[in-house]
Each structure stands twice: as structure tokens, then as C-alpha cells.
């Protein structure tokens, strides 16, 4: 299935649309070509609604965020579930300034993206203090570790009961959960921390991943988290002695290049609970 | 002719304003640094024109456009009109949308840049339904590929023509033509298609080429596209097995600083229309 | 003293807050991240005062300077001051626009950066003309190279004595002096001028490198001049013949991310003056 995924999104070579930062779009432009998908930046509020229209998949990114981007944000997100594509929202930052909080909670609330990918602390300023939610000890979940890892799940699993919808939580460990049942993935490589930007292109891959297998979001989400981490796991194993962060991104999205349904399927390492 | 341009580039080492896209903008800088050009970016109405002052040559790029950004360029463009520096235009994605549309023509109208530069949708966008420009079937146009050939040759000439300028159809096959004669260039791997903003960094290059190059414009546009589409080629040789379009981006860049007079005019291929 | 400064950056971790340009900005972040400290980027209005109340230094470059920007470079900087964080200023193009100038000197003068780092034209446009300042001959300091090194030394001793803080100024030789004595380094490649962004990426790395050496700031930041010089002249002994500009500025950042107190100290070029 997770192979699949993965074929779809290089069968089908749909356009994303992403409205992102300024520090890391030039990466996720080129993780999502990677994946066999096509990408357009754009967040005028004037052209926001057409290039949405033109796309298959919306993703909002809240890095170096702008007030003139969040009515940008809301349009093309209402747009896009007006015409039934996918959305996704990655909070980055969130918990970090009020503009952040607040613009993440009205985009759940006003557009209710189908998935949500942050890493656990931001996870955690998106729901807690929300019913249903609450009840599991936070203060062991800085990380998602294996001593926290029972903890952590059930909390996402709340969440995204809670929410309606998919919340990814990326870490050491990664979780996926629709609410019911919960992907734990053990891709990846601690180093990936080093390059700025992973989890926007993360997001962004997913988000191809989720438009290219709209029947399976579950699994494509989960397909995403595999190939992306098993990226870095090889691409690490290129790494020369002397070469580092800089070369590590790159070396990420060339295995994402290079990735299919043999490899996806053969390295990837997770659980469901 | 072509290497004579290269090498113009390289000892004049002009400033080149360029007013872009912050997807690419790294990218198209490192580009221009690679041809021996110096480049600034800077898209501030409050300082547009004194940094077009400064400079040598102006390319304006419409990706990621902000209404703010279309008064600079505008600025810009007629203060380096009016100091006779070349402007060339990137109408990027022109035709998604009607900011995009309407801003190309309304710079094209307003400022008249010596070249414009776009693959053949864009092209498309700009001139279909104008006088003078009709008569091709255009539906076989949706590429400039062997079979349509002449009539995209036919088409970017009438462009051209029409719009008394240098019309550049990058795609692969790229079309230079001023409205007298038409370059027919076959450098290239299609695989640059796979790497964000390579349409960019022509168009970096390019302004960096004509603006050293001034009285020979068509040429140095023709070898602009030589030159990265030899790059292009050269860059993907180096490539070993495991990389992919990440390292492709920093290996045509690699090829560029790299080029002289002896591969650019032993490796170009083209035919003059 | 030099790598004792690199060790306590990998060892406290510190965030970094970064108000910067649109085309540097990833490599700004690598090379924060290869240096072993976090980095954050943010610059709307009304989120900067929170994110920087949460890093422990911040740094701000005119590079795309932005009216918008110039606000939150302001109320950044004055929330960075009164809670006692480090400020670094690099006045990107300063001189080239009165824009640049101005926004230079207001905050010169309404936040006081403890350090200024840019190249010889870049303190020249912000010194000179003051008192204290003058009486050196400028004419013959285009750049700080061994002909003018004696008249520059004492051009930057008297800015740094004038303005009360740290100035850097990074060419051929690069300068550090807080008006008493002056580093003079002889660090770095030319080739690195090739590259966007290394002046950018230099001052992301000292805000690093003074955040985290409180008690020694002038010597952190000629610790920072001789890492990235240092970076400089490792990353271009792994290039191949056919590498250029664009893999070297990741062998560069590579570099720093393989950086210790031992390649430091047994590299570095300086004499104190």
C-alpha cells in the first residue's frame, strides 16, 4: 500500500500549491519535484483563489508569517475544500507568538485542513487545554522517545479524534493518526534535525502524497513519513567523512529522486497501534 | 560570436538588479556569480531605482509576485530604460492567473523590456489573440518539440515581430527569435525540468549576457541559452548513480563557472532559422 | 581561547533570531545549524518582540530590506537590548540607497548593535565624515588587502572607538576591533566572494558565536571570522576540478559542521595589533 502511494504520486504528477516561507521554499520546491509531483509558489491574496484552482493539493506553511499571508491562507484554503482538495497545515513555530497561535487555530477552525503535521511541542500548543484531549501526562512528552512513546500516542490519537481529521507528529519517532488507529514509524535519521527545513518538506511532500491518493489519506500520509525518512537513512549512507549539513539536504531530496516502491516498501519500519 | 559573449561577461563583471522570486532568488544569484556578473537583489520601491542606477541591466521576475513588488519593477524598469540598460522579463506562470496576466502586459505595455523570456505556455499567454501573431495552429504547440517545430518557429518569429523584441520559448527545444531570424537551440537534458527555478537562472544569466553583450543582443541571448543548456549536459554527466535533482541543481551552476569560449562553442548546437 | 568560543556554541544550544533577506536565508540557517546552535527567522511586526524574547541573540540584515522590516528590525532590537541579548547588524548594500543608509543608522542609533559587521565600502558608507573618524586616507582602502592594511587598521580601530561597540569589516584580511585592538585575519579564499551569501551567513554565525560568549565578545567574534574562513579554506580543498561556486558553498557549510576547538586553533591566521 505504502508502495502505491508512492506510485500514484509519480503516475499522476499533479500540481501543488503552496503557500510557504521564504528560509525553505527553494528545498520543498525541489522535494516535491523530487516525488514525481509538479509545485507552484504563490500567496498574492489577488491570485491565490486561481493558482488554487489550477492545483490539486493546498499546503500552508506559518514560517516567517506575514499578516497579508493569512487572508492569502484563509482564500486559497476555502477555495480548495470548495473544490474538494486536499489541505494541510503546518504550524511552524506555533506556541512561539500569539500571531502564530491565533493563525493556526483560525485556519483549523475556519478551513479545517484534512491534515495537520507539526512536531510534538507544536502538536501540543495546537491541543492541549482542549476537552477530550487532555488526561494524558504532558510533561513526559517533550519528545516522542520510546519511554514516552504510549503516552505520545494516545495524545495524537485524542487529537485527531478530537480535531476530525489527520495529525502527524514527526520526531525521533513519527506518528500519524486519524484518530482510530495510529502509525508509529521508526524512519529517519537524528541528523535530519541539522537541516532546516526537513519538516517543510515534509509537509510538502505529504501534501503531494495525500492529493495523489485521495481514497487512502491514512496511508499516503503514512507513505510520506516512510519515504521521507528513509530518505535521510540513505542519504546519510552518502554522506563522505567530510561532508555535512549542507550536503546532508541535499542528499535528502536526491533520495527521495531516486526512491520507489521496492525501496519504500523493503526500508520502511513502522507499527500500527 | 557565442564564446566572445561568455567572455565579455566574465571581464566586465556588470551588476546585474535583479527583482525576483524568493523561491529561487539564491539560486539565480549563484547563477550569475557563476558567469562573472555580480548581482544584487533588492525590490523595495523606497530604493529600486538607485539600485537600478548602480547596475547594469534589470531582470524583472514575476514569480511569487506581491502587488507591492509590480510598482518596483515598474520603477526600476523605466529608470533603467531611461539609462539605456537592458530589461529583460520573466513572465512567470503568466496566464494562472490574472495578477500575473495583467502584470506582464502591463510592464511589456509600460516599460517594453528588450527580452522576454518564458517556456512556450507562457509565450502563449502573453501573445495569442494579438493581430499579427495569429494564424498557427497553436493547439500542437503545447511543447517546442520536433513535430511542432515549425510552427513554433513561425510562432515566436511573428512574437517577435510583433512585439518589436527578443522573444526567448525555452522548452526542449529553445527558440530565440528578434522577428528577422530564429535560433533553433538543442542543448538541454530534460531532466532539468526536475530542478525548481533552471527558467530563472536563464533569465539571471541571460540579462547578465545581454547587458555585457550590448551590441550584440540576439547572440548573447543565444548564447545564454547555450551556455546553461551545455551546463545542463555537462552538469549531468557528473552525477554519479545515488544523486539526484538537488545535486543537479549545484552541478549545472558547477558547469557554469566552469564554462569558456572552447566547450560553450564546441558543444553548442543550433541552427539559425 | 578561539575554540574554547566554538565549544561553548555546541554546547549551550542557543536559539538565534534571524531578520534577514530572502536570498541567503537557507544558507543563514545551515550555517547557524552546522555551527551546533538553533535558529529562528521571523520578522512580521507583530510576532517579533515574543520570538526574540525567546532566542538569546539576534541578528539583522538589510539585505531585501523592506519598509515593513524596518519597524520589526526596531522593536526586535529594542526587546533584544533591554533583556540583554547580543545585536548584530550587517548593513547589506548600506550605501548603495538611502534606504539602506538610513535604516542603517537609525538603528546604529536607536538600538546600538554590539557588533556591525559588513565590508570595507559597507563601514566606510555608515563612518565616514564623523568626527573621531577621519583623517585616514580612504582612497587607498577599496578593500583591505596588504597595501592598505596599516591605514585600514587604523580606520576600523577609530570607528569601533567612535561608535562604542564591536566592527567587523571582512575582505581579503578581515578586521575585528572594539576601538583597543584589532584582529587582523588572514583566513578565507578569495573564491568564497563566488558565493551569495557568505557575508550573510557570517554574521548568523557570530550572533551564534557572541550569544554564546557573553564574557569575551571580542574574541567570539574572531573566533567566528576564523571558522568560516577556516570553512573556507577546507571546503574549497574537497572540491573536484569540476565542482564551482554552488557545491562549494555546501562544502563550506560542511566544513563548519565538522569544525573543533582543534582545526580552529591549529588554522587560524591572526595577529592582534
Redesign the interface.
Known amino acids: 500500500m505504502l508502495g502505491e502511494c508512492l506510485e500514484n504520486v509519480r503516475k499522476k504528477h499533479l500540481l501543488i500549491h503552496s503557500i510557504t ?7 520543498v ?2 522535494c516535491i ?2 516525488s514525481g509531483a509538479k ?6 491574496e ?2 491565490v483563489e ?2 488554487t484552482a ?1 492545483s490539486a493539493g493546498l499546503c500552508l506553511n506559518l ?6 499571508k493569512i487572508s492569502s491562507m484563509k482564500l486559497a484554503g476555502l477555495k480548495a475544500k470548495s473544490l474538494q482538495h486536499p489541505v494541510l497545515l503546518d504550524p511552524v ?1 506555533v506556541g ?5 497561535t491565533n493563525t493556526a487555530l483560525d485556519i483549523m477552525h475556519e478551513i479545517h485542513p484534512d491534515v495537520i503535521r507539526g512536531n510534538i511541542s507544536e502538536i501540543k500548543a495546537l491541543f492541549l487545554g482542549r476537552e477530550n484531549v487532555s488526561g494524558v501526562d504532558v510533561n513526559q512528552m517533550d519528545c516522542v522517545c520510546e519511554e514516552s512513546l504510549s503516552a505520545c500516542v494516545l495524545f495524537i490519537k485524542r487529537c485527531a479524534s478530537a480535531y476530525g481529521g489527520i495529525i502527524v507528529a514527526s520526531g525521533a519517532i513519527d506518528l500519524v493518526s486519524d484518530g482510530d488507529v495510529c502509525y508509529v514509524i521508526h524512519n529517519g535519521k537524528k541528523e535530519m534535525g ?4 526537513t519538516g517543510c518538506q515534509l509537509s510538502g511532500l505529504m501534501t503531494a502524497f495525500v492529493a495523489s491518493n485521495m481514497n487512502h489519506m491514512l496511508e499516503s500520509v503514512a507513505a510520506a513519513v516512510c519515504t521521507m525518512g528513509i530518505a535521510g537513512e ?1 542519504g546519510y549512507q ?1 554522506l563522505a567523512p ?6 546532508y ?10 526512491m520507489d516502491k521496492t525501496i519504500l516498501e523493503g526500508k520502511a519500519k513502522y507499527e500500527i497501534r
Open positions: 516561507n521564504y528560509v525553505t521554499a527553494n528545498d520546491a525541489n519535484l523530487a509545485v507552484i509558489m504563490a500567496d498574492a489577488e491570485e486561481e493558482i489550477l514560517g516567517t508569517l506575514q499578516k497579508s513555530g512561539g507568538s500569539l500571531l502564530r541539522c537541516v532546516t527545513g540513505i552518502h567530510f561532508e555535512g549539513n549542507a550536503t539536504r541535499n542528499r535528502i531530496i536526491d533520495a527521495i529522486y531516486h
